[in-house]
């Protein structure tokens, strides 16, 4: 390994990271539009790929790229686009970008959570498109989130920062987690349940789990029902956390109180229920999209494509099935 190595960026890397692969290999990057046949041509040869949560990443692709490859480099903190065990079979190391977007994930939430449930998506429309007409004291009125109950639907990194953004709303804070957060149980007074008392409970609801087989259509026809019909619901980790058809008529009747969406099934084609749907704050997928966060990211990609094929452990290891 060395100096010649090959990588490919499938598609873009922001030049905090690329300009350290360029400095040290031979690099290709395929642009924002690449096709998956131009991926699984530029592939061939390639010692380490770049890959982003847009595209899978599975055998086909690893198979065009041929048995010296050794890293895939995930720019993003889901891996739900890559098959680990396709990799794993082939002996690739896997890697992803936690941390970097931590806080700005979760200050996404907190904002599609305040913009949910005061309306500012429909407000903002009404006056984009001209038919404000005045102070008016019943019209859009919302859901103020000081004294909320808040429940974080996943306490990791991401859940558990937005667990301290919100801690000075007051209110009483509900977690789901694998294993006990003691140090948010301690620090923040927030309290571990099962899903359903959170659900019931909550007055704000914010999903932060990966998305698996197991966490897919967790927030279903019936998990909604047991939401209160104030309730917001915030989602910044996966689309495929939510049913989006349940979702849309529990919005449409006046079962739910808000939504705040990032991420959706199928994107970047959304069910078109969103855009018509009440008391929806709609994103583009943007929760790690800050300059800062964007950018440690690209640098986080590099770092473990550089210390892979320098024959050492990268930072932040998925698999670790190392040649
Ligand atoms: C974005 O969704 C990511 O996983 O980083």
Known sequence: MGERSRVVVL???????????????????????????????AAAGADALVTDLTFAVDGELLDAAGSQLKVVANFGVGYDNVDLAACAEREVVVTNTPDALTNATAELALTLAMAAARDLSGAEKDLREGSWQGWDPAR???????????????????????????????????????????????????ERVHLDDLLRRSDLVSLHLPGTPETRHLIDERALGLMKPTAVLVNTGRGTLVDSK?????????????????????EPDLDP??????????????????????????????????AVLDGREPPNPVTRAKK
């Open 11 to 41: 598609r873009e890397l922001l030049p905090a990271g690329q300009e350290l692969l360029a400095a040290r290999f031979e690099t290709d990057s395929l642009g924002l539009d690449a096709t998956r046949e131009q991926m699984l041509a």
């Open 273 to 306: 229920g969103f855009l018509s749907a009440p008391r929806v704050a709609l994103a583009p997928h943007i929760g790690s999209a800050t300059f800062r966060a964007r950018d440690e990211m690209s640098r986080l990609v590099a770092a473990n494509v550089i």
């Open 246 to 266: 349940a979702l849309i008529r529990a919005l449409d009747e006046g079962r739910l109180g808000a939504a705040g969406l990032d991420v959706f099934e199928g």
């Open 140 to 190: 859009w009125r919302g859901f103020e989130l000081s004294g909320a109950t808040i429940g974080v639907v996943g306490a990791g990194r991401i859940g558990g920062r937005f667990m301290e953004l919100v801690a000075g709303l007051g209110g009483e804070r509900l977690y789901t987690a694998r294993q006990p957060k003691p140090e948010l149980e301690l620090k923040l007074g927030a």
